[in-house]
């Protein structure tokens, strides 16, 4: 790892100012893909800048309308909230089945969604539940808000403050995860969502994205057959050591065939 | 640059100069001199240098030391009550929950946070529960009989 300067954040405010004075100082969240990332050199920050502490940013609060859940709450706590199970259970389910314990017991919902890792499990649920990412500037669709490999719509100043999940009807995930990581191979989040079915798919290319044939089918018989005999293109989805691209387009029917019947 | 770490160890208070860079785990073998938390792939993927901060199981190489700073940790060495193995420890033995024991210093740190909040977990939440804890000898069967019995042991 190179060393870095290590800055304790007091507020949002002061860690948005010290990034968005310090395009290669970087915002530590849970750290369990940064520092990994740090570890392996890929990243060189000038300063990393400590979230944890930062107050009004792990609360859980449940209306009407769904769950509004602050950047820094742990996976732990979103698997473990009886809000979150009541008004989203897919959402909790999701939770409880990101990396392992221990991973759950330091990764926030904030930090996974703004590394956007290709394979991490919550860029489905936002996109399959429509969430909405507020920020110390704005609110940000989650359809807008994953951009690409490692890539979102956050600007160098901008931090992540909270995520709002509307509620659905039945909606579920199911992931092929990579057995020592627990990412996911392919992960397929279905939900009839507030504005309309929608299918989201995670780690089987290099950002999150929807699935526009299926979420018609589903939308018309909403059933594991329904969208059995669709099939997604291999071109341009993710291959490494661990599945071939086309490995990888198999698993997403396969993953939504179970997501649908696990919704039931 | 370093900077000065004060935290509580096995109900100690303690400190180290550190650098920013330094990992907890680095922090607790290097400057500690407690070598039970074991450094395994350095990727948080097996476990093996599962800790307890604040109460709650960490992997030790995943995160930074300076994040410790003020904070409660256990480690496989505050476990036991002085010669007395603690009851999950002496699962272990009884057991056969090891055979190299690499491992097992992650094991029962992660063990002691899944009886913490779940005092008799069926043997099918015992093997979810370790899916962060990787060991290449045993076949996880006596791990999770070892897990089993010390619970039972703890529940009294």
């Given at each position: 790892m190179y060393n870095f300067e290590y800055r304790k954040a007091g507020s949002v405010d002061e860690a948005a100012g010290i990034v968005g004075s310090d395009e290669d100082a970087k915002l530590l969240a849970g750290g369990m893909t940064y520092i990994p990332t740090l570890k392996q050199r890929l990243a060189s920050p000038t300063t990393v800048v400590d979230?944890?502490?930062?107050?009004?940013?792990?609360g859980i609060s449940a209306d009407g309308n769904g769950v509004t859940i602050g950047a820094m709450v742990r996976h732990a706590a979103v698997a473990a909230s009886a809000d979150v199970a009541a008004a989203i259970p897919a959402l909790a389910d999701l939770a409880s089945h990101i990396g392992d314990p221990q991973v759950r017991n330091r990764g926030t919902l904030g930090g996974s969604i703004a590394n956007n890792d290709p394979a991490a499990d919550y860029p489905a649920a936002l996109v399959g539940l429509g969430a909405t990412v507020q920020t110390n500037k704005r609110a940000i669709a989650a359809d807008d808000f994953f951009t690409g490999l490692f890539e979102t719509a956050l600007d160098q100043d901008e931090v992540v403050t909270s995520v709002s999940f509307p509620r659905a009807g039945k909606a579920a995930y199911m992931k092929f995860p990579n057995p020592a990581s627990r990412y996911a191979i392919a992960g397929v989040f279905v939900a009839q969502a507030a504005d309309g079915v929608r299918v989201a798919v995670t780690g089987a290319g290099p950002c999150v994205f929807r699935v526009g044939e299926m979420e018609a089918a589903l939308a018309a018989n909403w059933s594991a057959d329904a969208v059995a005999g669709i099939g997604i293109p291999a071109d341009g989805l993710n291959e490494d050591i661990h599945a071939s691209a086309e490995y990888r387009a198999h698993l997403v029917t396969v993953m939504a065939k179970r997501a649908v019947a696990k919704a039931g | 640059m370093t900077v000065s770490v004060s935290l509580t160890v096995n109900g100690e208070a303690v400190s180290a100069d550190v650098e920013?860079?330094?990992?907890l785990v680095q922090m607790l073998r290097?400057?500690?001199?407690?070598?039970?938390?074991h450094v395994g792939?350095?990727?948080?993927?097996?476990?093996?240098?599962v800790v307890h901060v604040d109460g709650e199981s960490v992997k030790a190489c995943t995160v930074l030391a300076v994040q410790a700073e003020g904070a409660d940790v256990k480690t496989i060495e505050g476990v036991a009550d002085g010669d007395t193995l603690h009851p999950m420890q002496q699962a272990f033995h009884e057991n056969h929950?090891?055979?190299?024991?690499?491992c097992t210093p992650g094991m029962i740190m992660s063990a002691l946070d899944l009886v913490k909040n779940n005092p008799a977990p069926s043997e099918k939440e015992i093997r979810e529960w370790l899916e962060g804890n990787l060991c290449r000898c045993t076949g996880y069967h006596n791990i999770v009989k070892s897990i089993d019995a010390g619970a039972a042991a703890m529940r009294g």
């Open positions: 979230l944890n502490g930062v107050g009004g940013l792990d | 920013p860079r330094t990992l290097e400057n500690l001199d407690l070598t039970g938390t792939c350095d990727t948080s993927q097996c476990g093996a240098c929950g090891l055979q190299c024991g690499f």
